[in-house]
T-cell receptor, first 113, second 117 residues
Framework: AAGVIQSPRHLIKEKRETATLKCYPI?????VYWYQQGPGQDPQFLIS???????DKGSIPDRFSAQQFSDYHSELNMSSLELGDSALYFC????????????FGQGTRLTVV | AQTVTQSQPEMSVQEAETVTLSCTYD???????LFWYKQPPSRQMILVIR??????QNATENRFSVNFQKAAKSFSLKISDSQLGDAAMYFC??????????????FGKGITLSVRP
């Protein structure tokens, strides 16, 4: 069965650079969630989208932006990267009208040097 | 706002023995879901078990079972016949009702489980 695909799996950037993380949800899933997990930390909710509109917002820095496209994939754009942005970024997807949990991708490991 | 608390940072269990991981939560909602996720060294988030708050019966998945105490807002995970592959970080998580787009997860701080051979 198709799973949530995240790319790239690993990314190394320098301070003040920009990064774009991509998430391809399971087919027919219309909702995407982004989470950030720092080293030794629990995942923190950043932002979610439903039918290409932002549906909820968590502790996402102003330097970050995200969107969901017409094919339901989502991109998380991160600018002016800081060392503290080094983390594992998870995407999860679900179909909003179905009584199931969201399914996680394998994550993108971002290292800022 | 909902909160999830895992007060034990680490636990250890002998292979083949049973271990219980604790979790408490706080919410003003009456309908919600609770989860236990496993995160091995690969750091993939793996769903272990889920519990619907409206169900009185505790969820069970093979060697994994929960003790859900709604009034006490307690949600513990019992792992029976522990195996070496159970060694991982375990997160307790809360979610509002599934349907709709606003069912984000709130996680506890996690507990590192080690299994002794």
């Amino acid at each position: 069965a198709a799973g949530v695909i995240q790319s790239p799996r690993h990314l190394i950037k320098e301070k003040r650079e920009t990064a774009t993380l991509k998430c391809y949800p399971i087919p027919r899933h219309d909702t995407v969630y982004w989470y950030q997990q720092g080293p030794g930390q629990d995942p923190q909710f950043l932002i979610s989208f439903y039918e290409k509109m932002q549906s909820d917002k968590g502790s996402i820095p102003d330097r970050f932006s995200a969107q969901q496209f017409s094919d339901y994939h989502s991109e998380l754009n991160m600018s002016s990267l800081e060392l503290g942005d080094s983390a594992l970024y998870f995407c999860a997807s679900k179909k909003a009208d179905m009584n199931t949990e969201a399914f996680f991708g394998q994550g993108t490991r971002l290292t800022v040097v | 706002a909902q909160t999830v608390t895992q007060s034990q940072p680490e636990m250890s269990v002998q292979e083949a023995e049973t271990v219980t991981l604790s979790c408490t939560y706080d919410t003003s909602e009456s309908d919600y879901y609770l989860f236990w996720y496993k995160q091995p060294p690969s750091r993939q988030m793996i769903l272990v078990i889920r519990q619907e708050a409206y169900k009185q019966q505790n969820a069970t998945e093979n060697r994994f079972s929960v003790n859900f105490q709604k009034a006490a807002k307690s949600f513990s995970l019992k792992i029976s016949d522990s195996q070496l592959g159970d060694a991982a970080m375990y997160f307790c998580a809360y979610s509002p009702m599934y349907t709709g787009a606003n069912s984000k997860l709130t996680f506890g701080k996690g507990i590192t489980l080690s299994v002794r051979p």
